[in-house]
């Protein structure tokens, strides 16, 4: 009896105290394979990190194809873009010498800037005309989709859809911030449907040979980030110091990706990405892995599928999708309304990410305590907010991460 007594009252005192990361069974990201505890930034640089990115790459996003030899066309360059506000150039980037499969990337630059600019790097879902109402903007001839039933907002690479974007894009705002923008659309790399990877870079590049590791569809578009860094990264305009990538949504998980398997982004933004992308999958609340797995097949490689039902069983979480951009500054945007990518889970990854950057001597998140709407947290590396409203990328979103950008890289206007 006494032991009975003393056992209940152990749990009764004790689990209170453990944290919430025991409970929910959450991996240490800093726990090494073999049972260890990473103790230094060596043995996480040069152990942990690789065994991490593997993990995700084996058993998730899947194996990507090493860099090509890029080349690129200078479609146009205009210093006189936006009334006078803007440089705007359009870049075409190939990514094999067979030049059927290419992307364009869209670049606004402030025009009075005196020095290269630091820029936010994110694809489109709608094609590089439907970000702004500029006439300028070439239309492409990959994925197009003129949506008959869902209306011009939802034509894909249409002149129908110029412009109808803009709300997600406020290029005059970021212009005037002192930053540069630069867009692709996601359907040049490849296009969002299950076609058994034979269009659009998987097309190019497996011909035909694909294991149930090769990358999915979000490792493609992140694939896609990263080369339109290669081209950045050469352009004299550009601060490659300073390239943020981002991304909303589906296009969030991919712009995580990219920004946690390629150090030259410095800056990873996550709008709403959810399920698969910086929502911890342990939370179990709005998109599960089996729906998420079931409607979208070709985001993932094929071995994600088979943790449907015992999440449990994944050896990582997607709070160490985020510790991998360690020491780098990320950030995790939610929406009160935006339930489907549960803000909660989004939350509590940026809490369990915090140990890496601390181990780097940086804050994280600095608290455990959901902030409330509207007031975003921006004093450590890890950013976080939770804004009104519905799933949608918005100004007020913007009005954030450069606040954050003009935090970390003391930059601004
Ligand atoms: C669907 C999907 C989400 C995704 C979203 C989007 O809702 O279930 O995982 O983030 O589409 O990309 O808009």
């Given at each position: 009896m006494r032991n009975a007594i003393a056992s209940f009252l152990i749990v009764a005192l004790?689990?209170?105290?453990?944290?919430?990361?025991?409970?929910?069974?959450?991996?240490?990201?800093?726990?090494?394979?073999?049972?260890?505890?990473?103790?230094?930034?060596?043995?996480?640089?040069?152990?942990?990190?690789?065994?991490?990115?593997?993990?995700?790459?084996?058993?998730?996003?899947?194996?990507?194809?090493?860099?090509?030899?890029?080349?690129?066309?200078?479609?146009?360059?205009?210093?006189d873009a936006l009334d006078g506000k803007a440089i705007r150039k359009q870049v075409r980037v190939f990514f094999a010498p067979d030049t059927s499969v290419w992307m364009d990337i869209l670049i606004y630059l402030p025009a009075r800037?005196?020095?290269?600019?630091?820029?936010?790097?994110?694809?489109?879902?709608?094609g590089n005309q439907a970000v702004w109402n500029d006439p300028a903007i070439l239309i492409t001839p990959n994925w197009v989709d003129q949506n008959e039933v869902l209306g011009v907002e939802n034509n894909r690479a249409t002149e129908a859809s110029r412009g109808v974007r803009s709300s997600r894009w406020p290029i005059d705002r970021i212009l005037e911030r002192g930053y540069g923008v630069a867009t692709i659309y996601y359907g040049d790399v490849d296009p969002d449907f299950d076609d058994g990877f034979m269009n659009g870079v998987h097309g190019l590049f497996d011909k035909g040979n694909r294991t149930e590791s090769s990358w999915g569809s979000i490792a493609a578009w992140a694939w896609g980030l990263q080369r339109a860094l290669d081209y950045l990264v050469t352009d004299s305009d550009v601060d490659a110091s300073k390239v943020a990538v981002l991304g909303h949504s589906r296009l969030g998980k991919a712009a995580l990706w990219?920004?946690?398997?390629?150090?030259?982004?410095a800056m990873v933004i996550s709008n709403e990405s959810g399920e698969g992308g910086a929502a911890l999958t342990r939370n179990e609340k709005g998109e599960s892995l089996e729906q998420i797995t079931t409607t979208f097949p070709h985001w993932f490689c094929s071995v994600y599928k088979s943790f449907a039902g015992r999440v449990n069983d994944l050896p990582f979480d997607q709070h160490m999708l985020l510790a991998l951009v360690a020491p780098r500054p990320v950030y995790v945007a939610s929406a009160v309304e935006d339930l489907w990518a549960d803000p909660e889970g989004e939350f509590l990854?940026?809490?369990?990410?915090?140990?890496?950057?601390?181990?780097?001597?940086?804050?994280?998140?600095?608290?455990?305590?959901?902030?409330?709407?509207?007031?975003?947290?921006?004093?450590?590396?890890?950013?976080?907010?939770?804004?009104?409203?519905?799933?949608?990328?918005?100004?007020?979103?913007?009005?954030?991460?450069?606040?954050?950008?003009?935090?970390?890289?003391?930059?601004?206007?």
């Open positions: 004790i689990l209170p105290f453990a944290t919430m990361a025991q409970k929910k069974n959450i991996p240490d990201p800093l726990k090494l394979a073999r049972g260890v505890r990473v103790k230094t930034v060596d043995e996480w640089e040069s152990i942990r990190r690789p065994e991490i990115r593997e993990l995700f790459s084996r058993h998730m996003y899947g194996y990507s194809p090493a860099p090509p030899e890029l080349s690129y066309r200078i479609l146009s360059h205009d210093r800037k005196t020095s290269p600019v630091p820029v936010f790097l994110g694809m489109n879902f709608y990219a920004g946690a398997t390629d150090e030259r982004f990854s940026a809490v369990y990410a915090e140990p890496v950057y601390k181990l780097y001597g940086h804050k994280g998140l600095g608290t455990r305590k959901m902030p409330d709407v509207g007031k975003p947290l921006h004093e450590g590396r890890i950013g976080y907010h939770l804004r009104e409203g519905k799933h949608d990328l918005t100004a007020y979103d913007w009005e954030q991460f450069m606040n954050f950008a003009d935090k970390h890289w003391r930059t601004g206007k």
